[in-house]
């Protein structure tokens, strides 16, 4: 009889532990997610299309530089291919990184500064974790405006996105 009630209470306190912990150690969750955030550029680095896209969520959403690029993944997939099948898509790495980690251990959002070919650029998103991995809901990338330079900029782009403002106001 005690071995018959030792088993279902063994199997409760196990179920109780993994339970309290389901969030996670945060330092661990910090260090797996920056760790998959570098994954996930030497993908794009070596232009490994399917390691890339595999760090999305299937209703992932790309938000790129240009004021155009709002894509599903699949939209994504589609404007990157070429780039990819050339053996050449893009190099970032990070060089600061700020990881943010909801206490549930499900849900994560950063920002990040990344070093690439547009010299300095923020990457932000948000991750949702799938099967115990980090995967990519959101992830907007924006070129970066140092100060001293915001009026030429602004300058530059007038004529092209005050059109572009004209044609999204009218959806």
Known sequence: MKKILLL???AF????????????DPATATKEISNMLDSFNRAAARADFNAYFNYYTEDGIFCGTDATERWDKKQFMEW?????DKGKAWNFTAID????IDPAGELAWFDELLSTQMKICR??????KQNNE????QYVLSATVPNS???TVTI?????????MRVIQKK
């Not at 196990?14 to 389901?22: H, I, K, N, V, Y």
């Not at 990184?97 to 943010?100: A, E, G, L, S, V």
């Not at 980090?134 to 809901?137: C, S």
């Open 134 to 137: 980090w995967k990519l809901k």
């Open 80 to 84: 990157s291919k070429p780039y990819f």
């Open 97 to 100: 990184r700020h990881i943010y």
């Open 149 to 151: 330079l915001v009026d």
């Open 156 to 164: 530059m782009k007038t004529a092209e996105e005050d059109s572009l």
């Open 13 to 24: 306190i196990l179920f109780a532990c993994t339970q309290s912990g389901a969030a996670g």
């Open 123 to 128: 990457g932000s998103g948000v991750l949702v």
């Open 8 to 10: 279902p209470v063994l």
